[in-house]
């Protein structure tokens, strides 16, 4: 993240929305990894249990459970990749402008994009109607500054989705 060092990707307000809104799916996608290895290690507990009772010899087969181990290390990688991404867009939030007015739309982007709460929720922890907030966002987005190198970053990831998609 320190390393960001090229100038702003030229973006329509859509393109940053859109860009911005990668977080929703990030999170849910973390979300998932996370009960994925939430489940396995549960299964891998249980089979463990269940095999010492069986094994009470002691001839437990040391490479049996590092297909688990394995799984579990890559499921670690992929939500710590995630969560970079996530840390990166907050770094571009917070850099926003840091004059007075700013601050309130920093906060809204923040909001909306990173914590995902709805328009009620947001205009009621920041005292202005729902409409105002939407109109504070809409300037938020145009006053962002997206680095090049992860709006390229952005492009890529959905290449590669659309690309899966089609096999």
């Known amino acids: 993240m320190e390393g960001l060092t090229q100038g702003a ?29 939430k489940t396995s290690m549960e299964r891998a507990t249980a089979i463990t249990a269940s095999y010492s009772k069986a094994a009470a010899g002691g001839g437990a087969d040391p490479h049996k459970f590092e297909p688990v181990a394995m799984a579990g290390e890559i499921l670690d990688k992929r939500i ?39 328009w009620d929720e947001i205009a009621k922890r920041i005292h202005y109607s729902e409409r105002h907030a939407k109109r504070m966002m809409d300037d938020a987005i145009d006053h962002l500054i997206i680095p090049m190198e992860l709006a390229e970053g952005e492009k890529e990831s959905e290449k590669e989705q659309t690309c899966h998609g089609m096999s």
């Open 9 to 37: 990707a030229p973006m329509t307000r859509e393109e940053k929305k859109k860009w911005l809104m990668r977080v929703t799916r990030i999170n849910e996608e973390i979300r998932e990894l996370e009960e994925m290895r």
């Open 80 to 118: 710590r990749d995630l969560q970079k991404a996530v840390a990166e867009e907050v770094m571009v939030i917070g850099n926003m402008q840091k004059t007075t007015n700013m601050s309130d739309k920093r906060r809204i982007l923040l909001l909306r994009y990173i914590s995902g709460m709805e």
